[in-house]
């Protein structure tokens, strides 16, 4: 595999270090911003990546979501990801909030969650123009795996990923819990 997209992950944690740093609408609270060294990750590895195929819901479900603050969001249970990680096989529900949207929002739970990463779990982000393949195969990266907001801040409301995507294996890639 190519390095290239080693290194957009390394620009990627880059910038959001000087954007939490620095601007004003960081979700990091101001008095600790000048102390701010960055967030910690996770060494960047392609045991964590896949190309998946997205196995889409021939009739997606509508899933209410409670969120950190106590309220509810719903989503289109759109589609499942299968695949292997340390020799157990794992699947992960993807979501959408609007059927015409062509980004995938995939949250979850794993092995790591509220020990070495934010215990209310992680998110992915995927956006067809650039984790799609040529073959319509998704990519995975778990390298790029997040916490929410409301790891950071208690005034934000983030959605918690659904039992359906809590994992018993550790993902340990991406971002680690913020101290």
């Known amino acids: 595999m190519s390095t290239d997209w080693r290194a957009a992950i390394r620009e990627n944690r880059e910038a959001k270090d000087e954007y939490f740093r620095t601007d004003p609408h960081s979700p990091i609270p101001p008095e600790e911003r000048d102390d701010f060294e960055g967030l910690r990750y996770y060494p960047i590895t392609e045991a964590y990546r896949f190309e998946l195929p997205l196995h889409e819901h021939e009739d997606p479900e509508t899933l209410t979501v409670p969120t950190s603050s106590g309220g509810d969001r719903t989503y289109l249970r759109w ?68 916490n929410p907001t409301c790891a950071y801040a208690d005034r934000y409301e983030c959605p918690l990923p659904p039992t359906e995507n809590w994992l018993d294996v550790a993902i340990e890639a991406g971002e680690k819990a913020y101290e």
């Open 79 to 146: 589609g499942e990801f299968r695949f292997e990680v340390d020799g157990e096989t794992v699947t992960l529900q993807a979501y959408k909030s609007d059927p015409d949207d062509a980004r995938l929002w995939v949250p979850f739970r794993d092995a790591t969650s509220g020990e070495e990463t934010y215990g209310a779990g992680r998110y992915l982000d995927l956006e067809a123009d650039t984790h799609r393949t040529d073959d319509g195969t998704w990519v995975i990266d778990f390298n790029e795996a997040y």
